[in-house]
């Protein structure tokens, strides 16, 4: 049977989502228990997004070398070697091994993702392939993570990383089969900068700012809160994963169809009240799993909405590494910033579930810069040049939008 790249490239992320499902999701509960506190686990994370920003620009001369598929494949065969160090982050010293590890994998590997997702698709067609992804995603996102919990909570943690480990190195075969990424040439860190598109960096950024409440401090408030069980926290995954793809799916159509403008102010503020009741967590009259499947379900809506404005703007850029390159490191800066954020706040209050109220001040941000690209392509599309500033791709063929 005959899988377009595409389709090739959607198996890779399968493979790869199972990985980060099976373990990953779960690595903030694991330092917890491990014996660290919310506060020290946030920073933690600070210093791994830190690292990998100063990382990405040492990688640039590998790229080159290796290509853009040999890097993605580079990048998620690293990921295996998070593993051991991992288990034995009781140490500092391992504690700093799993980081260094881990940010050199995720520097090498994130922005080539982006890129080949956003060259292999269509415009037009965004949303849908994005959504189709999450719901190619959906067995994984529900089945790996109940798999996680009981692993964890029966076997410990080396089996389950173990199995992990298998998923992140088959995730590497779908790749060897892809075929060249069109992304354009391999930049200088100086060129990334200096042709940095400005809506799409400090969406990124944004967008980083508030994954530090939601993807970072939540799971770990969740797990305090579900008695530091696994399986629990595994379940509510899965519930959350159901839930998120169906949302996912009709945000997907609806950009597809020119809603996405229309989207946003109403998922913006959705989002903003869903971070604002997960805060609360300790007040609210509703389970914590409630909490997180409804925020699952926004978060799930947001996500194409976001995402499909980056990836066109990376199409028409020309050069869509070198765009991505400029976005992630905005994406790890405001991550950065934000788990200092989070991490201040759960340790200045005493209140785990309070880490999240920072978040709420990155959805203004974001939801501003989509409503800014849908303006410039707006103004584009009736033959006003878009005004000044860095542009995009420094000149590239196609405006932006």
Do not use: K
């Amino acid at each position: 049977m005959h899988l377009s790249p595409l389709r090739r490239f959607t198996a890779h992320f399968a493979l790869h989502q199972a990985a980060t499902a099976l373990a990953g999701a779960f690595i903030g509960a694991y330092l917890l228990r491990s014996g660290l506190t919310l506060p020290a686990a946030l920073l933690v994370y600070a210093g791994l997004y830190a690292a990998r920003v100063g990382v990405r620009a040492a990688v640039l001369p590998l790229v080159r070398r290796v290509g853009y598929r040999g890097a993605m494949a580079l990048g998620a065969g690293l990921g295996v070697l998070q593993f051991p160090p991992l288990l034995l982050a009781e140490n500092p010293a391992w504690l700093v091994v799993w980081v260094a590890t881990v940010s050199f994998a995720e520097a090498t590997y994130w922005p080539v993702f982006h890129a080949a997702a956003a060259t292999l698709g269509e415009e037009g067609q965004r949303g849908r392939e994005i959504a189709e992804r999450q719901v190619v995603g959906l067995g994984v996102s529900v089945l790996c993570p109940l798999l996680g919990g009981w692993l964890l909570g029966a076997y410990g943690p080396a089996v389950d990383f173990g199995v992990a480990a298998c998923f992140a190195a088959l995730s590497v075969v779908p790749l060897t089969m892809l075929g060249p990424i069109q992304a354009g040439p391999v930049p200088t860190a100086r060129e990334s900068v200096r042709s940095a598109d400005p809506i799409g960096t400090l969406a990124f950024a944004a967008d980083g700012w508030i994954c530090a409440g939601l993807g970072i401090a939540w799971p770990m408030v969740l797990f305090s809160a579900m008695g530091e069980r696994y399986e629990a926290l595994g379940m509510t995954a899965a519930l959350g994963a159901v839930v998120g793809a169906a949302s996912g799916l009709l945000s997907g159509r609806c950009i597809d169809r020119g809603g996405r403008r229309r989207l946003v102010p109403w998922v913006a503020s959705a989002l903003a009240a869903g971070i604002a009741l997960r805060a609360a967590e300790g007040w609210v009259p509703v389970g914590p799993g409630v909490l997180h499947a409804t925020g699952a379900a926004i978060g799930a809506l947001w996500g194409p909405v976001l995402m499909s404005v980056l990836y066109d703007r990376a199409r028409r850029s020309g050069s869509a590494y070198r765009y991505q390159l400029a976005a992630e490191t905005g994406w790890d800066v405001g991550a950065c910033l934000g788990c200092v954020a989070a991490a201040s706040v759960a340790w200045g209050t005493g209140v785990p579930s309070l880490a999240l109220l920072p978040a709420v001040f990155g959805v203004a941000a974001v939801a501003a810069c989509v409503w800014a690209a849908g303006e410039e392509r707006e103004r584009v599309g009736a033959g006003v040049r878009p005004s000044g500033g860095l542009g995009l791709g420094g000149g590239a063929a196609a405006p932006a939008g």
